[in-house]
């Protein structure tokens, strides 16, 4: 039913749309100028004995705990003796009472340069953890103590990392205007002795990334100390994936959410360290005062510069030496959508004059995404009931979520309800007592084409670079259900369809040191943890019941071993291809 020419003409937009993405390509904006060398300031040995004092005050200083309150108190002593307006708010979080401790050192102007770390452990002891960011704060404090500084300097020591960042969620509420903020840097597993991946993060909750400048100001810090740019950022492809499902690990995610420019410091890569290297003999003194020294050196180069460094685009994708702007990408995926929606609306007017069913069929696709979402109310009612781990609203680190047997039985669960649901939906019986034809008839693929299109639509307004990722299995299933290729090529259009959510999957398994299940147990968590939002939640509930509606189809011709679809023309008597006075002559001798 796709007339080729109408489809292969269709795509000239999209054409378009990438050549503007491949010349809308930025250079990257330049970072502020380093402040003054911090090696003589920042002192690692000193930082180090802290940690040791910090863990031995608190060796258990789990979120909610007497050693948690024990070390807030110590902070808060410190920022007090160094000079610093030190405020405690207490607040209650994610059900546990949570305390966050803040100093403020005014400067000259109003503009702010935030340095946050969350004070509560992963594990007991976590020296090498939150033991180390906290006394990497209280050091910075002890350098600023002597120090006038041009803009108003915000130490954080926050709680309630280990529940979501909740104590960063806190102060991002408290913040005020964002624009005022100048750069935040956030501290983590500073005293970690090896990475696991780059040690600057700046993902988010959302579409929207780190500042550029921000980031190339920190890298040159990290460069001035410890040699290195703190390694490789995430390939293109990856990047792609991670702005489609973002998912910001940290608490700069929450603090990009809110508005306000932030990138991480973390010593271990995005991940918290093995539980085997979070002792206090794991920490390495000169590896801890390199990473000390950087952050220092980050907030006296905010400190220092007239302006903000330059954000660059709100959402991009870093290629080369340049810089893809977001808006290019979600152009291209809209002109993506737009072939496939020409063909279906064509499918769908050749249908009607063939007198083909779709309304019914409609119907049956929209039917298909009842399984799936009733997989998702059985997996929100797991955790309502406790039988599943209640996950707060912000990514949590995957250690403190492992997969064990109650997880598995979740994923278990949901899955046999979905499937069983799924299949019964698609037996004659449940079809309206089979007064629906075989999945294998012509409506069947041109209504499943539509609701593809409508998902695809839907999902651009939602997060187009999900949109964008989405465009192979629109165009892949689109053609498994609507042309007529071979039984195999079908077969192959279906699973070439999903290598998108291979692509995700494999961005999301190589940076968070994920397994299979360790993922799908993560993606379980973000979707009942509400971190995936309901409206995304229900549109892959329809993606999913798509990919169910195009099995059936391929399935059903498969076993008829007919064509997928009639011809391309219309039904009728054949047409000469061209009208004239041979063809008239040619009539009128019949």
Request: proline share 7%.
């Amino acid at each position: 039913m796709i007339e080729p020419r109408l489809y292969r003409a269709a795509f000239l937009p999209a054409l378009l749309a990438a050549v503007i993405a491949a010349f809308s390509l930025e250079n990257r904006p330049h970072a502020v100028p380093q402040g003054l060398p911090a090696d003589v300031l920042f002192e690692g040995s000193l930082a180090s004995s802290t940690v040791g004092q910090i863990v031995q005050d608190a060796r258990d200083r789990r979120v909610g705990t007497p050693g948690d309150a024990r070390t807030a108190r110590r902070v808060a002593h410190a920022f007090r003796s160094f000079g610093f307006q030190t405020t405690i708010e207490r607040f209650r979080g994610e059900d546990t009472n949570l305390v966050n401790v803040v100093g403020r050192r005014p400067g000259l102007s109003r503009h702010e340069v935030v340095l946050l770390a969350s004070r509560d452990a992963l594990s007991v002891p976590d020296a090498t953890g939150s033991a180390a960011d906290t006394a990497a704060l209280m050091e910075v404090a002890r350098v600023l103590a002597g120090r006038a500084t041009h803009k108003t300097v915000v130490l954080a020591s926050v709680d309630g990392g280990t529940l979501g960042d909740a104590g960063a969620r806190r102060f991002a509420q408290h913040v005020g205007d964002p624009g005022l903020v100048d750069g935040a840097l956030v501290l983590s597993n500073l005293g970690a002795p090896h990475s696991h991946g780059p040690l600057l993060v700046d993902w988010s909750n959302d579409s929207r990334r780190g500042s550029l400048g921000l980031r190339r100001t920190a890298t040159d810090s990290l460069r001035n100390e410890l040699g290195t740019d703190g390694g490789p950022s995430a390939t293109p492809p990856a990047q792609v994936a991670r702005l489609a499902f973002p998912v910001g690990l940290g608490a700069q995610g929450v603090l990009l959410e809110r508005g306000v420019d932030a990138i991480r410091l973390s010593g271990s890569g995005e991940r918290a360290p093995p539980p085997g290297s979070r002792a206090l003999d794991d920490l390495r003194a000169q590896r801890y005062g390199e990473l000390g020294r950087s952050a220092l050196r980050v907030v006296s180069a905010l400190d220092a510069s007239a302006a903000p460094p330059e954000h660059g685009p709100r959402s991009y994708v870093l290629a080369g030496g340049g810089v893809v702007p977001g808006w290019a990408l979600e152009i291209l995926a809209a002109a993506l959508i737009l072939p496939a929606l020409v063909a279906s609306i064509d499918a769908l007017a050749r249908a009607g004059r063939r007198g083909e069913a779709v309304v019914p069929w409609l119907e049956w696709v929209i039917a298909g995404t009842v399984p799936f979402a009733l997989g998702l109310g059985v997996g929100e009612l797991l955790t309502l009931v406790g039988v599943a781990k209640d996950a707060p609203a912000s990514p949590i680190e995957p250690s403190l979520a492992p997969v064990d047997g109650a997880a598995l039985g979740a994923l278990a669960g949901v899955a046999f309800v979905a499937l069983l649901t799924w299949v019964l939906l698609r037996t004659p019986l449940v079809r309206r007592g089979g007064a629906l034809p075989d999945a294998g008839a012509p409506g069947a693929g041109v209504a499943t084409a539509l609701v593809l299109c409508a998902a695809a639509i839907g999902t651009w307004f939602l997060n187009p670079f999900a949109c964008l990722l989405f465009a192979l299995p629109l165009h892949c299933w689109m053609l498994a259900a609507l042309s007529g290729v071979r039984r195999s090529a079908r077969v192959w259009l279906v699973v070439i369809g999903l290598l998108p959510v291979a692509i995700v999957l494999g961005a999301y398994m190589r940076e968070l040191r994920l397994g299979p299940l360790e993922a799908l147990w993560y993606g379980f968590l973000l979707v009942t943890g509400g971190q995936i939002g309901v409206p995304t939640a229900l549109l892959g509930c329809v993606i999913a019941g798509l990919f169910g509606a195009t099995v059936a189809i391929v399935v059903a011709r498969w076993r008829t071993g007919a064509p997928a679809v009639a011809p391309a023309g219309d039904s009728g008597p054949p047409r000469p291809a061209a009208v004239g006075p041979a063809t008239r002559l040619e009539q009128v001798s019949r």
